[in-house]
């Protein structure tokens, strides 16, 4: 069964620095990756997938991630932290073995933009 | 796009008192709806997911039940709620590009 790991509960960076969440993924067949965000009291809100097109998948807000199949790692990144960014932000894999699509969700790393 | 309705937004309950928490969907007929919680610190745990009217899929043991009464209506249920139950619940629709679409949520506080 497919699941993810996202390292690092908690990451705190200055505002203006690179962003890094990590995730790595264990799967039987070519996954579907994603990451969402979530603002407090709110759901989920895509910031973009992985669909076995480009390895290098750009999503919203400037972030972008790459899909290393050989580290099993598919890693956010953005090259420059706004305050806006604060959030906490989920790493998923999608599980197709079952027959039917089930979404698996990493634990989630809280992200915190410092002034 | 995928619009999500969820409610309550917020509920606080007395423990042994039932739930329902009710979701509907726009867009495409008969989609995958799943039901998931998020407790603090332990991310998102998929607690139920129906393929079609009727279709439900438990993940988990638990306290709670799901049931989907029309194509676009998704339901979360309990008898007697738990302290353990609390926590923010999300309902979410399959969409296109087999991506995942999640309403606002439904906090629930057991007391």
């Known amino acids: 069964a497919q699941s993810v790991t996202q390292l690092g509960s908690h990451v705190s960076v200055s505002e203006g620095a690179l962003v890094l969440l990590r995730c790595n993924y264990s799967s039987s067949v070519p996954p579907y990756l994603f990451w969402y965000v979530q603002y407090p009291n709110q759901g989920l809100q895509l910031l973009l997938k992985y669909t076995s097109a480009a390895t290098l998948v750009k999503g919203i807000n400037g972030f972008e991630a790459e899909f290393k199949k050989s580290e099993t790692s598919f890693h956010l990144t953005k090259p420059s932290a706004h305050m806006s960014d604060a959030a906490e932000y989920f790493c998923?894999?999608?599980?197709?073995?079952?027959?039917?699509?089930?979404?698996?969700f990493g634990t989630g790393t809280r992200l915190k933009v410092l002034a | 796009s995928q619009t999500i309705h969820q409610w309550p937004a917020t509920l606080v309950q007395p423990v042994g008192s039932p739930l329902s928490l009710e979701c509907t969907v726009e867009g495409t007929s008969n989609p995958n709806l799943y039901w998931y919680r998020q407790a603090a610190g332990r991310g998102l745990q998929l607690l139920f997911y129906s393929v079609g009217i009727g279709q439900i899929s438990s993940e988990v043991p638990q306290n709670l039940s799901a049931s989907r009464p029309q194509d676009r209506q998704f339901i979360l249920s309990s008898k007697k709620l738990l302290l353990s139950d609390s926590g923010f619940y999300l309902c979410a629709q399959r969409g296109s590009g087999n991506t995942i679409y999640f309403g606002e949520g439904s906090w629930l506080t057991v007391v």
């Open positions: 998923a894999v999608s599980d197709r073995s079952s027959g039917t699509y089930k979404y698996i």
